[in-house]
């Protein structure tokens, strides 16, 4: 058996701990105090293995970089920059009706999959590498972001400037599929808000005098929705609507947020001047357009092609075969491939659910991923 592969076998019940502790580390994006909790753990046990540092992240807790420390083994002057979000969509107390557990083969719970056990891969992929002094070319920077899950507004900036010093990016973001494929391109994602302002009347005594928000926002959205084209792959949602104060009012307000996705940056483009050229179908009622696309398409260039390739090398001398993926999903890797760095993405865990109540990764994937993500950071 590959000695990296071994060596990782032989700590899987410890990698089953850690993940344990990071799914009961609860992290929500709106918990700073939270979040920091788990940053505080991934610090502590990275501490003997690299240099700490953490970055302000405003209300979302604090972003960790930790520059990992395999003495005299680099000799490139250059870094992999490997990156991952601490924090997770699900709320404080979500544990006590979606605990941790062990069953079926699998480990459940909140974060799970979407990507505390990237962060224990990552952690015993660098163990691992120092332990059987595997031959190291780069100097390794790990990122972890508080606030992923929320557009990344205040770790865009460290992400591309740790990127732009890094010969490669490495995300720890779950695989797609029960087959565990890399993503080689995302999806660019972003958020518009349409907020409508009518006029109120008392729905039984002056119906006329109103100007419904309401029935304008039931209208645009009709027209908003013609903008998906699955052949291009432009899908847009509108996932929260809401209006109007009581039944027996015409509503004076209403308004929607409504995500947009693009595999081209031409049609982000083109997507948002749709949004921007809507006028009101009611001359009483008038429009505020907001938001647009915050993440760019993650594209597959060649640089990418070529750096899967060595992930399928890597992936032969474990005895797997490993597919690619485009992603409707966006990650910071799309920052980085925008760049034009060489962006890998998907390379935590295997299991499903992320964002859903059966979130869970495959026990019996753990110790490869974290040998194929070894073997990666050795070839670069």
Known sequence: MDSLLSYIRSREPEMIRLT??????????????AVNRLVDLVADTMAPLSDIRRHPGGDCGQHLVCDVRLPGRNSRPTSILVLG?????WPLGTLRSMPFREEAGRLWGPGVFDMKAGIVFFIFAILALQETDTPVNASMRLQLNSDEEVGSPSSREITESNARSSHAVLVLEPATGTKGKLKTARKGAGQFRVSVRGKAAHAGLDFAAGASATLELARQLERISAFTDLER???VNPGVIAGGTQPNVVAAAAWAEIDVRVLRAEDADAVKAKFHALTAFNPRCSLEITGGLNRPPMLRSAQTGRLFETAQHCARELGLELEESVSGGASDGNFTAALGIPTLDGLGAVGEGAHALNENILIDRMADRTALLAKLLAAL
Request: charged share 25%; aromatic share 0%; with cysteine.
């Open 20 to 33: 344990r502790q990071m799914v009961e580390c609860e992290s929500p994006s709106s918990d700073g105090s």
């Open 85 to 89: 979000h601490s924090d997770t969509v």
């Open 233 to 235: 792959g432009i899908t």
